[in-house]
Nanobody
Framework: QVRLVESGGGLVQAGGSLRLSCEAS????????MGWYRQASGEQRELVAY???????RYGDSVQGRFTISRDNRKSAVYLQMNSLKPEDTDIYFC?????????WGQGTQVTVSS
């Protein structure tokens, strides 16, 4: 049973940076792809960034050039370095992972960017 544990969210001033971490516990060996989504109240979750095992990345248009995703396959961890944060980045950020047996979601971590 794989569980995703997120950390690193918090309050930051506009223009500042945060680094989110997501580490998988339990049976980590089946994880293939990992990434981050965000969701505002009443909205659908949207892609922030995703990375597959070979290092290929995908970013949402709104964060392209500001956020950087990376992963440690040995640790089954994924990280999101968020720079030049804007108030519109305020949201709950969810870690996501894909396995051959289905998808996993973290509990979410709050990111708040003040103006």
């Amino acid at each position: 049973q794989v569980r995703l544990v997120e950390s690193g969210g918090g309050l930051v001033q506009a223009g500042g940076s945060l680094r989110l971490s997501c580490e998988a516990s339990g049976n980590r060996f089946s994880i293939t792809n990992m990434g981050w989504y965000r969701q505002a109240s009443g909205e659908q979750r949207e892609l922030v960034a995703y990375i597959i095992s070979n290092g290929i990345t995908r970013y949402g248009d709104s964060v392209q050039g500001r956020f950087t995703i990376s992963r440690d396959n040995r640790k089954s961890a994924v990280y999101l370095q968020m720079n030049s944060l804007k108030p519109e980045d305020t949201d709950i950020y969810f870690c996501h992972a894909r396995t051959p047996y289905g998808e996993l979601w973290g509990q979410g971590t709050q990111v708040t960017v003040s103006s």
